[in-house]
């Protein structure tokens, strides 16, 4: 069994930096993807930041030179730093893997429970 646990979500003001944290724990051979999603109330689900292998990277537009996401392979944990966050980042942060477990050696995409992340003065 697979969990992903995430930490690190609250309250900043607009301009202010939070600091994501999604450990994946269990039966893990590989980790090939991790990322954060998040979702705003009444609109859908979309990517923030992924990272992939432990190199390669992506950014939602939105994000990019504010948000920067870092991933530990020892300790398969994956990080965002968000900064000169705005009130638009308001949303529920999903840490998301793609992971392949041991044993069974089968592929498949593993969700956290969400945190909550809210920017307002």
């Known amino acids: 069994q697979v969990q992903l646990v995430e930490s690190g979500g609250g309250l900043a003001q607009p301009g202010g930096s939070l600091r994501l944290s999604c450990a994946a724990s269990?039966?893990?051979?590989?980790?090939?993807?991790m990322g954060w999603y998040r979702q705003a109330p009444g609109k859908q689900r979309e990517l923030v930041a992924d990272i992939r292998g432990g190199r390669s990277t992506r950014y939602a537009d939105s994000v990019k030179g504010r948000f920067i996401i870092s991933g530990d392979n020892i300790r398969k944990t994956v990080y965002l730093q968000m900064n000169s966050l705005k009130a638009e980042d308001t949303a529920v942060y999903y840490c998301?893997?793609?992971?392949?477990?041991?044993?069974?050696?089968?592929?498949?995409?593993?969700w956290g429970q969400g945190t909550q992340v809210t920017v307002s003065s």
């Open positions: 998301n893997a793609d992971i392949t477990t041991g044993g069974t050696w089968v592929t498949r995409e593993y």
């Open positions: 269990g039966s893990i051979f590989n980790v090939n993807t």
